[in-house]
């Protein structure tokens, strides 16, 4: 069965150092997005794409995140300087497209800033 | 940002109990899906309800929307212990052009046996 590939699994830096997270989609999947989970809660939508293009990213801090999709397949999410409040659980997900249906999430990158 | 206020927080029951699980908000959705995440993994899609007043059923579990599409309900029957994990409600905002999840807070469930 087709997953959502992610890594590292598990990453552990000190802060004002920079990250990076890789998400590989669902093979044909257009739509994919990336969340941040703190443990035991809910997980806040950092940002959407739309194939290569980018649908929200409201809630994504420009100062020290930065994401991209540029082929439209696998996507990068890349923190700079990392702060010890971006320790947290990263999700990607995909969908078939944007319009609705399921999310199928990745194992996700747990992310530890000291 | 709409918000999804999940309660209780955190359940703790011995097999066989029955429990419910309220997912609330002041918005009203298009649609609501509900996840089961379990340590160590992503959420896993449970079932979607779309319609006002639905009703849906997956073995012992039972969903239902809302009239006005502002919240929903999760009722476990004769929970076992392989129902513990974080259940995640997840509303589609209704005033966007495309599918913008918005999830709830989270009810983290402890069956015993």
């Known amino acids: 069965e087709a997953e959502v590939a992610q890594s590292p699994r598990y990453k552990i830096t000190e802060k004002s150092q920079a990250v990076a997270f890789w998400c590989d989609p669902i093979?044909?999947?257009?739509?994919l997005y990336w969340y941040r989970q703190i443990l035991g809660q809910g997980p806040e939508l950092l940002v959407q794409f739309q194939d290569e293009s980018v649908v929200d990213d409201s809630q994504l801090p420009k100062d020290r995140f930065s994401a991209e999709r540029l082929k439209g397949v696998d996507s990068t999410l890349k923190i700079q300087p990392a702060e010890l409040g971006d320790s947290a659980m990263y999700l990607c997900?995909?969908?078939?497209?944007?319009?609705?249906?399921?999310?199928?999430f990745g194992e996700g990158s747990r992310l530890t800033v000291l | 940002t709409q918000l999804l206020e999940q309660s209780p927080q955190f359940l703790s029951i011995q097999e066989g109990e029955n429990l419910t699980v309220y997912c609330n908000s002041s918005?009203?959705?298009?649609?609501l899906q509900w996840y089961r995440q379990e340590p160590g993994e992503g959420p896993v899609l449970l079932v979607t309800v779309v319609t006002g007043g639905e009703v849906k059923k997956l073995k012992r579990l039972t969903f239902q929307f809302g009239d006005a599409r502002k919240d929903s309900s999760l009722h476990i029957t004769a929970a076992q212990p392989g129902d513990t994990g974080l259940y995640l409600c997840a509303g589609d905002d209704v005033n966007t052009g495309f599918q913008k999840l918005v999830f709830g807070t989270g009810t983290r469930l402890l069956v015993s046996p």
């Open positions: 997900a995909s969908s078939r497209d944007r319009n609705t249906g399921e999310l199928f």
């Open positions: 918005s009203v959705f298009s649609s």
């Open positions: 093979s044909g999947h257009a739509t």
